[in-house]
């Protein structure tokens, strides 16, 4: 499955990040089989402290200690153009749209075994827009 995974995640385009958007770690919804690839190289439980920030952002560093291995909706920030656009002015190679970010979190649910939220109406994606609301 981490082959599967790691095939998906290369879809997506280059991103510089800045290391800025702390703000939107956490919470959010991971599948178990990235899940467990989360807690495999962090050596620890994912979960999300009093402020419901995941345990995986170093409060020192504002740096995610999985970064390689963070699940596709954190890879998704900063990439979908009207929904999850970085606050910081990181921009991507290649804006993806709505439907691209719902199909490829689909594709990460079908991969993992679970089933896929429900398919958003045709303009907003709900379900990935509240994974980084504020």
Avoid: N
Avoid at 29 to 53: H, I, K, M, N, P
């Amino acid at each position: 499955m981490q082959k599967q995974l790691d095939a998906l995640y290369a879809e997506l385009p280059q991103l510089q990040c800045r290391g800025l958007c702390q703000d939107s770690c956490g919470p959010i919804g991971v599948s178990r089989g990235e899940g467990a690839c989360v807690e495999r190289v962090g050596a620890r439980q994912l979960r999300f402290d009093s402020r419901l920030r995941c345990t995986f952002l170093d409060s020192k560093s504002g740096q995610c200690e999985v970064y390689e291995a963070r699940p596709m909706i954190c890879r998704l920030f900063g990439m979908i153009l009207g929904v999850m656009e970085c606050s910081h002015g990181c921009v991507p190679e290649r804006w993806r749209t709505k439907q691209e970010g719902y199909e490829l979190m689909r594709r990460v649910h079908e991969l993992t075994g679970l089933p896929a939220p429900a398919e958003p109406d045709e303009t907003v994606p709900a379900w990935i827009a509240v994974q980084f609301k504020r």
